[in-house]
């Protein structure tokens, strides 16, 4: 079982930055993967950004260069610093760790880039 919550969502407009929390809690194995995604409206879920547990980094291409994924493994805390916003990135953003035994998922939290 484990259980992950998301924090830092809201509006921003274009070009502004907003960072991301996960906080972690339950049976999780120190060999883990944690992650970003996204649902814009009328669209697929698809990868932001992934961390293991040694820090090797995965993002997409389209937010590369922009946005930031961190770990505090003592904590069990995923963070996403996200610069250089747009219109585009508007989402909703879930936090995802994956671990031998499963894959565990957020709520969500709302992103809403404005021009």
């Known amino acids: 079982q484990v259980q992950l919550v998301e924090s830092g969502g809201g509006l921003v407009q274009a070009g502004g930055s907003l960072t991301l929390s996960c906080a972690a809690s339950?049976?999780?194995?120190?060999?883990?993967?944690m992650g970003w995604y996204r649902r814009a409206p009328g669209k697929q879920r698809e990868l932001v950004a992934t961390?293991?547990?040694?820090?090797?980094?995965h993002y997409a291409d389209s937010v590369k260069g922009r946005f930031t994924i961190s770990r505090d493994n003592a904590k069990n805390m995923v963070f996403l610093q996200m610069n250089s916003l747009k219109p585009e990135d508007t989402a909703v953003y879930y936090c995802?760790?994956?671990?031998?035994?499963?894959?565990?998922w957020g709520q969500g939290t709302q992103v809403t880039v404005s021009s």
């Open positions: 995802n760790l994956e671990q031998r035994g499963g894959a565990y």
């Open positions: 339950g049976s999780i194995f120190s060999i883990n993967v």
């Open positions: 961390i293991d547990s040694v820090g090797r980094r």
